[in-house]
């Protein structure tokens, strides 16, 4: 059963860049084009957002509110995807989550999610 | 603001159904299947539904969907105490080059 794993850095300062990497367990990142490598987060008390996904190819979607600010990559050799926001503000400050999406818009499985807190 | 509206809260005694709506337009929930999730404090949300009323293994069939328009619908039947968590709409939206659109999430309380 794939499993997914968030890690990187609980802190970072404002106008930095957050940094975080996915792995992926049980499993591999799939060569299936409909399947998506996605990142979701959520602030606190809040609800979800989409950020953004990454195929096996390396095609990128991205969330328009995020996308000046965000790129996606994959590792394959060590079956992982990450994620970077650059120019963090406070309001970034949020649970990240990275998820499979596949063609019928399931995101499944998850992994446990990683709290971000962005702060001098 | 999300771009899929659903009622902040809902609540029901042990037994009872509970539906909650989730309200989009054309360019999603109109065009698009529908997912449902639900989280419970401290954890990730969880697939619930998917492609409007479809149950992954292991969902029970006290949860149910449903879509008409641009609405969409999660019913619980027969409700119990550990269904009380946030659930969640989701949907892709055509617009904007593609993007997967959230509810704000509805508050469940089991009174």
């Known amino acids: 059963q794939v499993h997914l794993q968030e890690s990187g850095p609980g802190l970072v300062k404002p106008s930095e860049t957050l940094s975080l990497t996915c792995t992926v367990s049980g499993g591999y990142i799939s060569p299936d084009y409909r399947d998506y490598y996605s990142w979701i987060r959520q602030a606190p008390g809040l609800g979800l957002q989409w950020i953004g996904c990454?195929?096996?190819?390396?095609?990128?979607n991205y969330n328009p509110s995020l996308k000046s600010r965000v790129s996606l990559s994959l590792d394959l050799a060590n079956n992982q995807f990450s994620l970077n926001l650059k120019s963090v503000t406070a309001a970034d400050t949020a649970i990240y989550f990275c998820?499979?999406?596949?063609?019928?818009?399931?995101?499944?499985?998850w992994g446990q999610g990683i709290l971000v807190t962005v702060s001098s | 603001q999300s771009v899929l509206t659903q009622p902040p809260s809902a609540s029901g005694t042990p037994g009872q159904r509970v539906i909650i709506s989730c309200s989009g337009s054309?360019?999603?929930?109109?065009?698009?299947?529908v997912q449902w999730y639900q989280q419970f404090p401290g954890a990730a949300p969880k697939l619930l539904l998917f492609r409007n009323n479809q149950r992954p293994s292991g969902i029970p069939d006290r949860f149910s969907g449903s879509k008409s328009g641009t609405s969409a619908s999660l019913v619980i039947s027969g409700l119990r105490s550990e269904d009380e968590a946030d659930y969640y709409c989701a949907a892709w939206d055509r617009s904007q080059s593609g993007i997967v659109v959230f509810g704000a999430g509805t508050k469940l309380t089991v009174l």
């Open positions: 990454i195929q096996f190819s390396g095609s990128t």
């Open positions: 054309t360019s999603n929930i109109g065009s698009n299947y």
């Open positions: 998820a499979r999406r596949d063609y019928d818009n399931r995101f499944d499985p």
